[in-house]
């Protein structure tokens, strides 16, 4: 899973990267980071069964270079773009710290805009040739014209209720309006607590007109909150009145926009975390262990978290108690269940 960080030329984008992932992007563009998820499940899996090796489910980050202007012009896209054609969500930050940082958040949003705009014109334009190419598979010219006039009145490609038919054929196309989007607000370290204001309060009311999450921080403090050690980063958060980390706060907010959700594999070689979409049934989280273990797929067998805990830690009291199951390939697994996979081959 690949995050791409973007924001305005000082927004604080590159200093909540590095809260986030505890790395310097230094003058490196375009800098890389694996984050661990933290999940306290995971850890009191370890302690139960001590595994050689404990493997986190993880987030990668992408530090995108900032516009070199402000300014959204057809005919030239940001080469920021580029850095995030790959990403499975965007973030960006909103410098709300200072005036203009509203503004700024709306010029952003409206590059992403004017991108997918001219990539649908310029499928639009070669209609003739499309119409008479027998290989061409992608999206309906009438769905494209139906796409070109929501963006034109500034509507996200996200907002818009489509088929999967429809979502299937813009897979090939290259579109930053359907990417799932959130946005930070980077606050003042005055503004943390309490209600939004200033500039805050305007990119709030813009968001919510466009139907897109956010959170606030203060990046500074979230910057030197992840330098502190254990012992002190809890006092230093009670002061500021902050419940969780930046890093905890959009990884939670990145598996919720995505719909993710966590299981577990366990045993005497590691503990393990694995991240699939919510819905996904076992065969699907089968293949994420291995490819070779869903091919040869004979039945899972599932334990939830809180099962297993009420079982006192023990697989083989959770299944005197019926509690661990054995179920089928279209079972749609909950989140933090404990699952081994039977298979042939």
């Not at 980050?61 to 965007?90: E, H, N, Y």
């Not at 929501?150 to 818009?160: P, S």
């Not at 607590?193 to 305007?202: F, H, P, R, S, V």
């Not at 599932?302 to 083989?316: F, K």
């Amino acid at each position: 899973m690949e995050i791409g960080i973007i924001g305005a030329p000082q927004s604080g984008k590159s200093t909540l990267f590095t809260a986030i992932t505890g790395v310097e992007p230094g003058n490196e563009v375009g800098k890389r980071a694996v984050v661990k998820v933290p999940d306290p499940r995971l850890d009191h899996l370890t302690d139960v069964f001590k595994p050689k090796k404990k493997i986190n489910a993880t987030v990668n980050f992408i530090d995108a270079p900032p516009p070199q202007s402000m300014s959204a012009k057809r005919g030239s896209a940001p080469s920021f773009l580029g850095f995030i054609k790959t990403v499975d969500a965007i973030l960006v930050v909103s410098a709300c710290y200072r005036d203009g940082g509203a503004k700024e958040l709306q010029d952003i949003m409206e590059m992403l805009l004017l991108s997918d705009l001219e990539v649908i014109e310029g499928i639009l334009a070669r209609e003739n040739k499309i119409k008479i190419d027998p290989k061409y598979s992608g999206p309906s010219m009438e769905l494209l014209r139906k796409l070109a006039g929501e963006l034109e009145q500034m509507k996200m490609l996200r907002n818009i209720e489509l088929s999967e038919k429809e979502l299937a054929s813009l897979s090939g196309v290259q579109l930053f309006t359907k990417y799932p989007t959130f946005v930070a607000l980077n606050v003042s370290e005055n503004d943390i607590k309490g209600e939004l204001k200033g500039e805050a309060k305007k990119a709030a009311d813009y968001l919510d007109s466009i139907k897109t999450p956010y959170i606030a921080v203060c990046a500074l403090i979230e910057a030197e909150i992840a330098t502190l050690p254990d012992e002190d980063r809890e006092s230093f958060m009670q002061e500021y009145g902050l419940e969780s980390t930046a890093s905890d706060r959009v990884i939670q907010e990145v598996y919720d926009l995505l719909g993710y959700q966590t299981f577990f594999t366990v045993g005497e070689d590691e503990c393990r975390a694995w991240t699939i979409r919510k819905g996904d049934n076992a065969v699907t989280a089968a293949g994420k262990v291995h490819s070779d273990i869903a091919k040869g797929f004979i039945r899972a067998e599932c334990c939830t978290y809180e099962d297993l805990l009420a079982s006192d830690n023990s697989l083989q009291k959770a299944k005197a108690n019926a509690k661990l199951r054995l179920e089928g390939k279209e079972y749609i697994l909950k989140d933090g269940e404990i699952c081994h996979f039977r298979h042939s081959g």
